[in-house]
């Protein structure tokens, strides 16, 4: 190859990677615009420049409505972005590692179990701590953990291989919405409308704690999948490929899938079940970027941080003063969405 060839690969390269950085910037800014909107939507008025000076001196504020952003909308809007960046970086690493476009947490089973797990908390009132939120967050966590254990264990055996991982999962998912079906069926009218209103998804207990355990996970997964990003890239060119790079598929496979449900049973934990971000926000991310996992992780995960600040904004709008369960809101907002994104675009979704 002539230098000149050379030269010229190379500028488009940098091209290339400047417009993913762009991209992935551009992404960034509409979620912090979304997150925004989301704080000063709301039964009482306040003006975008009040919650932009709130959020950088609080004391400049009068009581109500220093109290009003920084107990009740900051929490849920920092929970909406954390929730989002989560479930769609769960989503991307698990569609990656199964090679399944549809590939979620609710694939393997994961959010389900954690559903169980919530729900067994409110019926049975099995008490492991005393604080209530954290209660039911770590039994549906440990639920999850569960899930998670049964899938890794039996992939393991069978060589961790992206097919038995989705069918177990689809089995997993059956087992634990029949036995949320069985507590629902035992359980009293108040647990049952507890466990139903939590099932839906929603922002409602966001509190700065939970905030904080959901960003300490963030903490910790990232970096790890970040470490793993050049192998994760590679095994989308098939185990063949990979193995040959020198990466040992199935234990890759187990690594991530049990960092990523450790992710997603947290989210579950603290907010319900929400769905469709952890499919919509990876495939915005992949038609923009490719399939480069130093592009395709933070584009993910700002695309569904962005989607699901929206969807927390028009939670509050539909009914001034109400909250509509956001898990209802991304459904309704993501059917379509991603309805069109398969329509339109075939490479959404890889063969």
Request: net charge positive.
């Amino acid at each position: 190859m002539q230098g000149a060839e050379v030269a010229a690969l190379a500028r488009q390269h940098k091209k290339l990677t400047w417009q993913r950085i762009g991209i992935v910037a551009g992404l960034t800014l509409i979620a912090a615009v979304a997150f925004i909107i989301s704080n000063f939507v709301g039964a009482i008025d306040i003006s975008p420049a009040e919650v932009m000076k709130g959020i950088v001196n609080p004391a400049g504020l009068d009581d109500q409505t220093r109290t009003v952003l920084w107990q009740l909308r900051l929490p849920m809007a920092v929970m909406a972005v954390l929730i989002g960046m989560a479930l769609s970086l769960a989503g991307a690493e698990m569609q990656t590692i199964l090679n399944n476009p549809l590939a979620e947490p609710f694939t393997l089973g994961i959010s389900a179990a954690a559903a169980f797990g919530g729900a067994t908390s409110i019926v049975l009132k099995w008490q492991l701590i005393a604080q209530p939120q954290f209660n039911l967050a770590l039994m549906a966590w440990l639920a999850a953990a569960v899930a998670t254990a049964i899938i890794v264990i039996a992939a393991v055996i069978r060589g961790a291989k992206a097919e038995t991982m989705v069918l177990l999962g689809i089995g997993l998912v059956f087992f634990f919405q029949a036995m949320l079906a069985l507590i629902q069926y035992q359980s009293s009218a108040e647990a049952l409308q507890q466990i139903v209103f939590w099932s839906m998804g929603s922002l409602t207990r966001a509190n700065w704690a939970a905030n904080g355990v959901l960003a300490a996970v963030l903490i910790i997964a990232l970096p790890i999948l970040w470490a793993l990003g050049w192998r994760l890239t590679a095994l989308r060119l098939g185990d063949a490929r990979a193995t040959a790079m020198g990466i040992n598929t199935s234990r890759l496979r187990v690594v991530v899938l049990i960092v990523v449900s450790l992710v997603a049973a947290t989210t579950v934990a603290f907010a319900g079940i929400i769905g469709f971000i952890g499919l919509v926000g990876p495939h915005i991310a992949r038609i923009l970027v490719g399939e480069d996992q130093r592009y395709f992780l933070p584009a993910s995960m700002a695309a569904g941080a962005a989607v699901m600040c929206a969807a927390h904004a028009v939670s509050l709008m539909i009914k001034p003063g109400l909250a509509i369960p956001i898990g209802i809101v991304t459904s309704l907002l993501g059917v379509p969405f991603f309805i069109a994104i398969v329509m339109t675009r075939r490479r959404a979704l890889w063969t």
